[in-house]
């Protein structure tokens, strides 16, 4: 196997430290202070309160995360605090990879700014397993081209723990895993395929997630479920069309260094697998109707690669490598609005709607509608006027009320806000779902005679629990006209009929038995 003559590079820690910077800082910056944690963070943070080998949305990392918050204080700050160093540690695996194909201070330095800017700027601000999806990606293909570079085994190892690392922060992993197989088999690495250290280090990735596969097994495949239920609400919307332009668009000012890069390690026999790669996990995302962010950690990679390119193309015109950063400067500004919350909800939509952004689908949601506001931004606001309402009506009840009242919400996002927000610990602990993993965490024998219920509209004539109450009333609803949750009601159910809680209990109880063997 060949050496590359990329030894030579050192990395240039005053330039990546720099970065990492610039990446800690900047989305804390440019956040506007109205806004709330995001729907799935509300999730991942509740998951570290019930921490398992396994979830039935998600992998368990996020949630241990979610632990140490917890342990730490629970403050929002402290959530963020987490894909913010997970993306200044990006910052730097790509500032590495980029010394390892042989790139020297401007080569780092554009890199390192390709993680700053674009998609990544938003994924690094969320508290959601994409900074850690994207992490592991960049860990496991910088582990590879140190083993392309060295010929030391001990990089076959290190790569199995960071594709342990992938595992456990989200299965999409398997999509880089095989794709790095079949592109050894593709090129002239294929001869690792004689080397004993290769089965040793697979045999022990197999360890290493087998607690994860047991909890598989024991909850009946939960990953298989949450797949159908993907591809049943989302990812039937998915066009092919859209997933190839979503790759140029997410990472629009830097684009051009990416496509440099996949055009280097073609060029460069030894790196060539790494151009396999990607063209492999992208056709495999396609056939897979993965969804167009999925492939975002195969990219610190080839704007590494793309780094070294055109630092080696500029080698005889200082003047480019002043105008490039201020190309990829002005091509970021326009997009920030679009990336962070950076204002107040009225003046982002006046912007959205001035400059047509409607046009490029960043205001399109999950119903397939275009709104005022991206989802996720939308999905940042209301929760704390739903949880001061909710709790508010909950302590205006007799005590005689309250204590056989619960709390009970229509999905994970509801119930996790008003767990995170709820100022009582009482108020808190009788919060429920049966929405995604908080089904697990229902005990079986939870009593009721009043529900105060979090929904957007009031169940249906047919609805087997909520039609055995003797009386309704609506309480209150959000009203923040910019929130996704605009329009969800407080409903107070009140003197349940015997028959209620043995419907609840059953329906329950089915429930469960389907992640149970």
Same mark, same amino acid.
């Given at each position: 196997?060949?050496?590359?003559?990329?030894? $030579? =590079?050192?990395?240039?820690?005053?330039?990546?430290?720099?970065?990492?910077?610039?990446?800690?800082?900047?989305?804390?910056?440019?956040?506007?202070?109205?806004?709330?944690?995001?729907?799935?963070?509300?999730?991942?943070?509740?998951?570290?309160?019930?921490?398992?080998?396994?979830?039935?949305?998600n992998?368990?990392?996020?949630?241990?995360?979610?632990?140490?918050?917890?342990?730490?204080?629970?403050?929002?700050?402290?959530?963020?605090?987490?894909?913010?160093?997970?993306?200044?540690?990006?910052?730097?695996l790509t500032c590495l990879i980029?010394?390892?194909?042989?790139?020297?201070?401007?080569?780092?330095?554009? =890199?390192?700014?390709?993680?700053?800017t674009g998609a990544f700027m938003r994924m690094h601000y969320l508290f959601q397993p994409n900074f850690l999806d994207i992490f592991s990606w960049t860990l496991a293909l910088y582990f590879l081209l140190r083993f392309?570079?060295?010929?030391?085994?001990?990089?076959?190892?290190?790569?199995?723990?960071?594709?342990?690392?992938?595992?456990?922060?989200?299965?999409?992993?398997?999509?880089?895993?095989?794709?790095?197989?079949?592109?050894?088999?593709?090129?002239?690495?294929?001869?690792?395929?004689?080397? $004993?250290?290769?089965?040793?280090?697979?045999?022990?990735?197999?360890?290493?997630?087998?607690?994860?596969i047991n909890w598989q097994y024991t909850h009946n495949w939960p990953l298989f479920h949450h797949m159908e239920e993907l591809q049943s609400t989302q990812l039937k919307f998915l066009s092919p069309l859209d997933f190839i332009k979503d790759q140029f668009l997410y990472l629009l000012p830097v684009v051009f260094v990416w496509i440099a890069g996949l055009y280097r390690v073609f060029k460069t026999k030894p790196f060539a697998v790494f151009g396999w790669t990607y063209l492999l996990v992208i056709i495999l995302l396609l056939a897979g109707s993965g969804k167009s962010y999925y492939a975002m950690g195969i990219y610190p990679m080839l704007l590494a690669a793309g780094g070294v390119a055109i630092e080696r193309f500029t080698f005889r015109y200082a003047w480019l490598r002043v105008a490039i950063p201020v190309i990829v400067l002005i091509l970021t500004l326009p997009f920030?609005?679009?990336?962070?919350?950076?204002?107040?909800?009225?003046?982002?939509?006046?912007f959205y709607e001035k400059h047509d952004v409607e046009k490029t689908g960043l205001l399109k949601w999950e119903d397939q509608e275009n709104h005022a506001l991206p989802q996720d931004f939308a999905d940042m606001l209301g929760w704390k006027e739903l949880t001061e309402k909710t709790e508010n009506f909950y302590h205006s009840l007799p005590d005689s009320i309250k204590k056989d009242a619960i709390i009970f919400a229509d999905n994970y996002g509801h119930a996790g806000a008003l767990?995170?927000?709820? $100022?009582?610990e009482d108020f808190r602990s009788k919060v429920y779902t049966d929405n995604g993993s908080n089904l697990l965490w229902i005990p079986d024998d939870f009593n009721f005679k009043h529900i105060v219920l979090i929904n957007r509209d009031k169940p249906g004539a047919d609805d087997e629990v909520f039609n055995h109450f003797e009386k309704f009333t609506i309480i209150d609803s959000v009203s923040n006209e910019y929130s996704r949750q605009l329009g969800d009601k407080i409903f107070f159910y009140q003197n349940a009929k015997p028959e209620a809680m043995k419907i609840a209990a059953m329906g329950l109880q089915q429930m469960k038995q389907n992640f149970s063997r």
């Amino acid at each position: 196997m060949l050496t590359a003559s990329s030894q $030579k =590079a050192r990395p240039y820690w005053p330039v990546i430290l720099m970065l990492v910077a610039i990446k800690l800082t900047l989305p804390v910056l440019l956040q506007h202070e109205m806004y709330e944690l995001q729907r799935d963070e509300y999730l991942y943070y509740q998951q570290g309160q019930h921490l398992s080998t396994g979830f039935l949305e998600n992998p368990p990392l996020i949630a241990l995360l979610g632990t140490i918050t917890a342990r730490m204080g629970g403050a929002e700050w402290m959530l963020k605090l987490w894909p913010l160093i997970f993306g200044a540690l990006t910052v730097i695996l790509t500032c590495l990879i980029a010394t390892e194909f042989g790139g020297n201070r401007f080569a780092q330095f554009l =890199a390192g700014l390709g993680i700053i800017t674009g998609a990544f700027m938003r994924m690094h601000y969320l508290f959601q397993p994409n900074f850690l999806d994207i992490f592991s990606w960049t860990l496991a293909l910088y582990f590879l081209l140190r083993f392309i570079n060295t010929n030391r085994n001990i990089f076959l190892y290190l790569i199995a723990l960071a594709i342990t690392i992938g595992w456990y922060s989200k299965y999409s992993i398997l999509f880089l895993a095989v794709a790095i197989a079949v592109s050894i088999l593709l090129t002239r690495h294929r001869k690792l395929v004689t080397n $004993k250290h290769l089965y040793f280090s697979v045999g022990l990735l197999l360890i290493l997630i087998l607690p994860n596969i047991n909890w598989q097994y024991t909850h009946n495949w939960p990953l298989f479920h949450h797949m159908e239920e993907l591809q049943s609400t989302q990812l039937k919307f998915l066009s092919p069309l859209d997933f190839i332009k979503d790759q140029f668009l997410y990472l629009l000012p830097v684009v051009f260094v990416w496509i440099a890069g996949l055009y280097r390690v073609f060029k460069t026999k030894p790196f060539a697998v790494f151009g396999w790669t990607y063209l492999l996990v992208i056709i495999l995302l396609l056939a897979g109707s993965g969804k167009s962010y999925y492939a975002m950690g195969i990219y610190p990679m080839l704007l590494a690669a793309g780094g070294v390119a055109i630092e080696r193309f500029t080698f005889r015109y200082a003047w480019l490598r002043v105008a490039i950063p201020v190309i990829v400067l002005i091509l970021t500004l326009p997009f920030v609005p679009m990336l962070l919350p950076l204002w107040e909800p009225p003046k982002l939509a006046a912007f959205y709607e001035k400059h047509d952004v409607e046009k490029t689908g960043l205001l399109k949601w999950e119903d397939q509608e275009n709104h005022a506001l991206p989802q996720d931004f939308a999905d940042m606001l209301g929760w704390k006027e739903l949880t001061e309402k909710t709790e508010n009506f909950y302590h205006s009840l007799p005590d005689s009320i309250k204590k056989d009242a619960i709390i009970f919400a229509d999905n994970y996002g509801h119930a996790g806000a008003l767990q995170f927000y709820g $100022k009582d610990e009482d108020f808190r602990s009788k919060v429920y779902t049966d929405n995604g993993s908080n089904l697990l965490w229902i005990p079986d024998d939870f009593n009721f005679k009043h529900i105060v219920l979090i929904n957007r509209d009031k169940p249906g004539a047919d609805d087997e629990v909520f039609n055995h109450f003797e009386k309704f009333t609506i309480i209150d609803s959000v009203s923040n006209e910019y929130s996704r949750q605009l329009g969800d009601k407080i409903f107070f159910y009140q003197n349940a009929k015997p028959e209620a809680m043995k419907i609840a209990a059953m329906g329950l109880q089915q429930m469960k038995q389907n992640f149970s063997r």
